[in-house]
């Protein structure tokens, strides 16, 4: 299998992609379909070997993942979890990279965004105010019940 030319080039190039960036293991098959030479226990091969070498892991792609979502994006942990389901990544996985979010860190960046959405709005009546605060927070993954309280503490 491994004097193959396709094979070492595939490999070499899978490594690359994975090594700039994480990847999951979905990505790095759907890359792999673009050599017509590989068959599918080559491909299943390389990416075995690329488990071992360290160059694809699930659970570090999570924690990824989910760092840059939350930190960079604001996204809620509803939203997260939906978009890591999406690239077939494990429950468990998906559950244990969310616990890297604080509760007070979750807390204070709804709160932060209650805030400016708030300022955004203009003056409006509470009502209105409320639903497209709720609205807003809900598109960005955060759940309701967590979003209601919040908003009670800030209106």
């Given amino acids: 299998m491994e004097n193959n030319s396709t094979y070492m080039v595939a490999k070499q190039k899978l490594s690359h992609y994975c090594s700039y960036q ?3 293991i979905t990505e790095a098959q ?31 792609y999570a924690i990824a993942f989910v760092r840059g979502k939350f930190f960079i994006k604001k996204w809620g942990k ?23 979010i604080s509760d007070e860190e979750y807390t204070h960046t709804l709160q932060d965004l209650i805030l400016k959405k708030k300022t955004t709005l203009g003056v409006r009546d ?8 709720i609205n ?20």
Avoid at 81 to 89: D, Y
């Fill in 22 to 24: 994480e990847r999951t």
């Fill in 78 to 100: 509803a939203k997260i979890e939906h978009a890591l389901r999406n690239k077939k990544i494990e429950a468990n996985l998906i559950q244990e990279a969310l616990n890297h």
């Fill in 136 to 155: 807003y927070l809900l598109q960005k993954g955060y759940e309701l019940e967590l979003i209601q309280d919040n908003l009670q503490k800030i209106l």
């Fill in 30 to 60: 759907k890359k792999l379909q673009a050599y017509k030479d590989l068959n599918a226990a080559e491909a299943n091969q390389i990416i075995q070997e690329l488990i071992q070498e360290n160059f694809l892991d699930q659970k570090r």
């Fill in 126 to 133: 509470k009502t209105t105010t409320q639903k497209k605060l």
